[in-house]
């Protein structure tokens, strides 16, 4: 079992930032990736940023440039710095992290509960 704990979101002003973090603990052998989704209400959810252990990254094309996502392996935590937010970030965000089973090869997903972030104008 690994749980996903995210903090960092809440209420800020067009052109501010925030840092969202997400922390992973229990049964871990190795995060492969780990990254943040987000969602509103009535849409999918969107990849927004990832990161793999050995540091390669990966941004959804509407945040190239703002938002940069970075990880500590020896903490198993991930971050992401969201900078010139735009209204339409508004999204619950969603951290994601995978691993592959030391039996069988099986990818194991885990997802975090989601934390509010909101961008007013």
């Known amino acids: 079992q690994v749980q996903l704990v995210e903090s960092g979101g809440g209420l800020v002003q067009a052109g501010g930032s925030l840092r969202l973090s997400c922390a992973a603990s229990?049964?871990?052998?190795?995060?492969?990736?780990m990254g943040w989704y987000r969602q509103t209400p009535g849409s999918k959810r969107e990849l927004v940023a990832a990161i793999t252990k050995g540091g390669s990254t990966n941004y959804a094309d509407f945040v190239k440039g703002r938002f940069t996502i970075s990880r500590d392996n020896a903490k198993n935590t991930v971050y992401l710095q969201m900078n010139n937010l735009k209204p339409e970030d508004t999204a619950v965000y969603y951290c994601?992290?995978?691993?592959?089973?030391?039996?069988?090869?099986?990818?194991?997903?885990?997802w975090g509960q989601g934390t509010q972030v909101t961008v007013s104008s």
């Open positions: 994601n992290a995978y691993q592959i089973g030391l039996l069988g090869g099986r990818r194991y997903d885990y």
């Open positions: 229990g049964s871990i052998f190795s995060l492969n990736a």
